[in-house]
C-alpha cells in the first residue's frame, strides 16, 4: 500500500499526460510556454480569483508574496505555532521575525481567538496556514487583520480546492499561495507554486519579481528572484486539474468512511461548519503513537507524523523566539498526531484494511 499513490495515478492518466509532455517537448518552449498562461488561466478560474502566478514552488510563493508586499527588516508576522516550516522560515529569511500563535483544536489551525494577544506596533501581517486540506477560520482572522492594518497571507499548500462560507482556498485574503509538490492535492512532477491575488496591481509585481524584476527584457525595475515554473510542470498540472474534484470527492469520500470505522477508536479530524475539506492529510490523535505506526508497518502500512515538532522549539527559530512561552494545543498536536494513508484513488478496500489493522494494534497496546 502507498501513502499517496502517485504511480497509480499517473497510469490513470497515462496517455493524456504523456502527450501533454511530448507536445512540451516538441514546442522546445521549456520556460513561459503558452501552457503556463493557460494554467495561471484555469488556476485563477478554479480559486475564483482575478489573478494567479505559477512560479517554482509553495516556498518561493511565499517569498514572493512576503516581496510583494514590501516586508521590511523587523517587522513581525503572525504565524501558527504548529505547521510545515515553510511560511514561518521565509519571513524570519526576508529577516522580518515570526511571531507565533498556538492553533485551534478544532480545525488545527491558527486560533483566532489567540492572535489579538501577540499584535505590536510592529506586526505588519498574518500568515494562515491551512493545514491538512482544511481552511484556517478566515471570517475572525480577516476582521482582526481589518482592525489593525495588517495584510493576511494564506499559506494554501495543503487546501487548493477546500471552500470556506462559499468561497475557494485562495480567494480568501489579500495573497494566498500554494504548493504543486507531488504529494500535495494537487501535485506536479517536481516542484511549483502557485500565487492568487485580486489586486491586479500585486499580480503584475509578483509577475516582475519572479523573473528578477524584470519589467522587460534585460530592464529591471527592483530586485527579485528565479521564480518561474517550468513549461513541462504547467502542462502535468493542466491534465491533472480536469480530475482534481473528482479526486477530491474520492478523498472526501474515505475521510467519511475513515470516520465511520474509526468512531471511539481515536480522537478523528473533523470538518468545520460551512468548511469543504480536500484532506491533504486524514490525520488522526492517539497517545501511544510509536508502537501503532509499528504494528502499521508490519502491515505495510505507511504512516506519517505531520509535525513532530512545533515551530518555536525548532533550532532554525532560535533568533526568533524571545520567550519561553507556551503553545499547548501545538505540543498535544506533535506529541499525538498520526497521518494514515489518503489520495485522490484510493480504494474502500484499502481504507477498510487500514482501520482494522488500526484498531487491532490499539487493542494488542491496551
Ligand atoms: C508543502 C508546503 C509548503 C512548501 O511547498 P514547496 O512547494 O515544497 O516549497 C509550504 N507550506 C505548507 C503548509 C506546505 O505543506
Redesign the pocket.
Known sequence: MQFNDLNKQYKAYQSEIDAAIQGVIDSSSFINGQEVQLLEKELANFAGVEHAIACS????A?LLSLMALNVQPGDEIICPAF??I??ASMASFYKARPVFVDVSPIDFNIDPAKIEAKITPRTKGIIT?S?YGQCADFDPINAIAKKYGLWVIE?G??SFGAIYNGKRSGSLTDVATT???PA?PLGCYG???AIFTNNEDMAINLKMLRSHGQEKRYIHKQIGINGRIDTLQAAILRVKLNYFEREIATRQKAAYRYSQLLKGHVLLPEEAEGRRNVWAQFTVMLENRNQVREKLAEKNIPTAVHYPVILPKQEAFRDDVLTDEKYEVAELLAETVLSLPIHGLITNEEIEFVAQTLIEALQENQ
Open positions: 514552488s509553495g516556498t518561493d511565499l505547521s510545515f515553510a511560511s496556514v493545514l499559506d499548500a495543503q504548493s504543486f509538490f500535495k516542484d511549483g507554486g
